[in-house]
């Protein structure tokens, strides 16, 4: 499986940017995927999971972007997606997308064995 994130850039605060994440080498409709993000000099942290149950997908945020930003996915086009919304200086880090090792999935970054390159998202005040 290959990850190849993208959609990251330099904003002002409270704008919005839309992150992708294609994944390759396999249908990923059945796996539980997740964005982190890691700030400088910070460790990685988890941001959004989406996870199938059943027909359905459900969702799972960080309370700190809990009602800003979206995770979404499209499984025709094997691409998850991280809508943001209200940006703040505070969310500047590389984001990350990864696949979960597990069904249920999680929010530690041990329980993910697929990630992808990264990609950067700068806040500026």
């Known amino acids: 499986v290959q990850l190849q994130a993208s959609g990251g850039g330099l904003v002002q605060a409270g704008d919005s940017l839309r992150l992708s994440c294609v994944a390759s080498?396999?249908?990923?409709?059945?796996?539980?995927m997740s964005w982190f993000r890691q700030a400088p000099g910070k460790e990685r942290e988890f941001v959004a999971r989406?996870?199938?149950?059943?027909?359905?997908?459900?969702?799972y945020y960080a309370e700190s972007v809990k009602g800003r930003f979206t995770i979404s996915r499209d499984n025709g086009k094997n691409t998850l997606y991280l809508q943001m919304n209200s940006l703040k200086p505070e969310d500047t880090a590389v984001y990350y997308c990864?696949?979960?090792?597990?069904?249920?999935?999680?929010?530690?970054?041990?329980?993910?064995?697929?990630w992808g390159q990264g990609t950067l998202v700068t806040v500026s005040s």
């Open positions: 990864a696949k979960s090792k597990y069904s249920m999935g999680s929010s530690g970054p041990s329980d993910y064995h697929y």
């Open positions: 080498g396999r249908t990923f409709s059945s796996d539980t």
């Open positions: 989406s996870r199938r149950s059943g027909a359905i997908y459900t969702t």
